[in-house]
Every structure is written in structure tokens, then in C-alpha cells.
């Protein structure tokens, strides 16, 4: 088959096409010929070094969709032929609360779906919906799953609040969006780029605050006078900054750090603000169908960028990393 393999870390000219054996299913695995992959953030933090337990060479990708092509021996055959979109989570155990240790994404350690062929247990393939394209069942899986957990498992985000998503354009972050619109709150949005506020204000968002120009903590302030949750990917500053615009009580759902460690974090205004700080990571099988409920039936569909072929992997993350993309990047895959 071919696929992408990352043989050593570097910028986006490591990612080559090559020439590779076929994956092999064991007894409870599945074989899936992939129409669609989609890039995360994650693929770029492992070909840079940036990852927790990098081993190469590799062929990472986390998300994908397409139909069965073989099966395991102790795997009943009729799912040969489905079309399928994969759970990309590996061994969360048994308490929904968090993941356990021996949690994996697939894309690495196990390799991904940059790759005509991927090896997957066939507990983590569920029936794509046929409301979706590929390309759009292959975007949903990272991503929208950690912004289900987020508004719906872990935020308990619910109708007549008043939300801040942080960083608007990235895929996790408009499908935060997508669905705290659904629940029925009121939504604002914090970007660097005014056409993206712009595209925000268009998916629902009632306004935005580019936080290039603008102190967007006092404009949000002038603008709302306070925000009951803030969904938040980006940590380090932005993470401080956002306990200053949350109501006493609010909370914060925190899903990732593309900005590294708080420098100064004051602590006094969490405990006087009465404040709930929330992590969430991913999320469960459970999670990940309750993410196809509210995408299944093609009343939301996914935001889509741009659409790449899978010999053009290196020119989708040097747009990844340009932070030029609103919604997810797509890989086709023939």
C-alpha cells in the first residue's frame, strides 16, 4: 500500500510517500481501506518532536473513514464492504471519567491513516452515517469528539448561557461551536484573524474580538459584562486571561495547550470567583456516539477547510501550520 511515513522529525518534508506492506489483521481486527484522513494539531506535535513517546519511523493520523476490506478470524465477515468511520481511541478502561493508563491514540504509537490501509480493532469502527461524505465522517473523529466532551460530557454547557470559544478557526474550536449554537446558548468568539471572526459570525457566533488588535478581555467585558463558560484550547495566557472575563461561578473547559504552561497564574481568582476549572481529553466510546447523534443525520455538518491528496501531506500541515485553516483539513485518499 501507500502511505505517509515519518522517518525522522523535521518540518513538513519528512512526511514522505512510500511504498509499504499491507497491514496484517489480527484475530479481533479489521482492515480499513480509507477514502479520508483529516490532520489534527497532534500530527504536527509528533513530526516536530513535540509529543509525548514519539517512535519512527511512523505513519501518523488520527482520524479517518472508509469501508472494510478485511477482517480478523474472530471477526464476523459481514463487515467486509461497510462504509465505516474509525473511534481513534485506544484502551480508555473502565471509568468514563478518565482515560487509564495504558490510553492510545492511534497515529502513534500504532500507525494511522495516512495510509491507503489501517489496522484497527474492530470495536473502534462504527457505521459511517450516510448522511456524511467521507471527508466529512473522516473530520469528525479527534476533534469533534473532545468538543463533545467538552460542551456536552465534562461543560454540561446548556441553553441560555453565555459561551467563549477561544481561538476560533481550528477544527476542535468550530466544532465547539457548531454545537454549544445547538444547545441554545449565546456564543462569542476570540481570534487573530478578522475573517475568521467574520466565518464565526456566520456559523451563529453574535460577535468576536480579534486579540491582535484589541484587549479582547476588556472588550469582551464592555461587550457581554461577563461570560458563564469558556472553552478553551490554546492555555498559557489565554487560559489567565480568561478567568477574568468569567461571571463568579463560571467555569473553564480546558482541551489543550498550543500555547504552553500559565507563566503567572493568580490563584486567589479562582477560589474568589468561585470558580470550576475543567480538563478534558478526547472522550469515550459512549462520547463518541453521542458526537454521531448530533452529526448523523447531516442537520450539522462538519467545517471543512480544504481538501488534499495524500501525496500532497506535506503541503496540508505547512497549512496547518500557517494557522491559516477554518474548520479541518482534509486528506482524499484513492
Avoid: C
Avoid at 474568589?272 to 462520547?287: A, I, R, S
Amino acid at each position: 500500500m501507500k502511505a505517509i511515513v515519518l522517518r525522522e522529525l523535521g518540518g513538513p518534508e519528512k512526511l514522505r510517500l512510500e511504498e509499504v506492506p499491507d497491514p496484517i489483521p489480527g484475530p479481533n481486527d479489521v482492515i480499513v481501506r480509507l477514502k479520508a484522513a483529516a490532520l489534527n494539531r497532534r500530527d504536527v506535535w509528533i513530526r516536530i518532536g513535540r509529543y509525548a513517546g514519539i517512535k519512527l519511523p511512523i505513519i501518523v493520523g488520527s482520524d479517518g473513514a472508509g469501508e472494510v476490506a478485511a477482517v480478523g478470524s474472530s471477526v464476523d465477515r459481514s463487515w467486509i464492504g461497510k462504509p465505516v468511520i474509525i473511534y481513534p481511541a485506544f484502551e480508555w478502561g473502565e471509568d468514563p471519567r478518565a482515560q487509564s493508563t495504558n490510553f492510545r491514540i492511534l497515529g502513534l504509537p500504532d500507525d494511522g491513516t495516512y495510509a491507503q490501509l489501517v489496522r484497527v480493532p474492530v470495536a473502534n469502527v462504527v457505521p459511517k452515517p450516510d448522511a456524511l461524505s467521507f471527508e466529512e465522517a473522516a473530520a469528525l473523529p479527534v476533534a469533534a469528539l473532545t468538543a463533545y466532551r467538552a460542551v456536552v460530557t465534562r461543560g454540561q454547557i446548556k441553553a441560555g448561557e453565555t459561551v467563549l470559544v477561544t481561538g476560533i478557526g481550528g477544527g476542535v474550536a468550530t466544532f465547539v461551536l457548531q454545537l454549544a449554537r445547538k444547545a441554545g446558548t449565546t456564543v462569542y468568539v476570540t481570534s487573530g484573524s478578522d475573517d475568521k471572526i467574520r466565518k464565526a459570525k456566520e456559523m451563529g457566533a453574535v460577535d468576536g474580538v480579534n486579540y491582535r488588535s484589541q484587549d479582547w478581555v476588556k472588550e469582551v467585558k464592555e461587550r457581554v459584562g461577563g461570560i458563564d463558560v469558556v472553552v478553551d484550547g490554546a492555555g498559557g495566557e489565554t487560559f489567565d486571561k480568561s478567568l477574568d472575563v468569567l461571571k463568579p461561578g463560571g467555569r473553564v473547559i480546558l482541551y489543550g495547550a498550543t500555547l504552553g504552561p500559565v507563566k503567572e497564574l493568580q490563584v486567589r481568582r479562582i477560589f474568589w470567583k468561585q470558580l470550576n476549572v475543567f480538563g478534558t481529553t478526547m472522550g469515550t466510546l459512549e462520547d463518541f456516539h453521542g458526537m454521531l447523534r448530533e452529526y448523523g443525520d447531516g442537520t450539522l455538518r462538519p467545517v471543512i477547510d480544504s481538501v488534499f491528496g495524500l501525496e500532497e501531506a506535506s503541503e496540508a500541515h505547512r497549512r496547518m501550520e500557517a494557522a491559516d485553516q477554518f474548520g479541518k483539513i482534509i486528506l482524499r485518499i484513492g
